[in-house]
C-alpha cells in the first residue's frame, strides 16, 4: 500500500457498497504490505461504536507494524463527523503506546470516492 488510493480501492471493494456503517482495518508490515484485513465492527445506518480492544487484538496477533482504518458511509456524505475525528485521535494515541502507528482514516463511499482524514489535516 503505497497511497491513500491504494487504501481506498481495497476499502471500496471491502465495504463501499454497504448499508450500514462497517470499520475495516488494514494491517501492514514494516514495508507497507498488507498483513491482515478485518472487519471489526459493524454497525447502524448511520454510526459504529467501536473499542480498541476490537482493532488491536489482530494488529498484534498479526506483528503488524501500522495500520489504516477504513470505514463507509452509506448517506455517501464523506465528511466526517465529530466522533470520526475523535474515534480517529483515540486510535493514533492507542497506537503510538502500543508501537503500531496509524497511517490514515478513510471514508469510502463507492458513489462518491474517498475521504483521507490525514490529507484533511484531522489528526
Not at 95 to 115: C, P, Y
Amino acid at each position: 500500500m503505497s497511497s491513500p488510493n491504494d487504501v481506498a480501492n481495497l476499502a471500496s471493494f471491502y465495504i463501499g457498497d454497504e448499508d450500514r456503517e462497517v470499520l475495516l482495518v488494514i494491517g501492514l508490515s514494516t514495508k507497507n504490505k498488507i498483513n491482515m484485513v478485518n472487519r471489526a465492527h459493524m454497525g447502524s445506518l448511520s454510526s459504529s461504536i467501536v473499542t480498541p480492544r476490537e482493532v488491536f487484538k489482530p494488529l498484534i496477533l498479526n506483528n503488524c507494524a501500522s495500520f489504516v482504518i477504513c470505514h463507509n458511509h452509506p448517506s455517501a456524505d464523506l465528511r466526517p463527523s465529530h466522533e470520526d475525528i475523535q474515534l480517529t485521535k483515540r486510535f493514533a494515541e492507542v497506537g503510538e503506546l502500543m508501537g503500531i502507528k496509524l497511517l490514515d482514516h478513510l471514508i469510502v463511499n463507492n458513489e462518491t470516492g474517498f475521504l483521507s482524514l490525514k490529507s484533511e489535516g484531522l489528526f
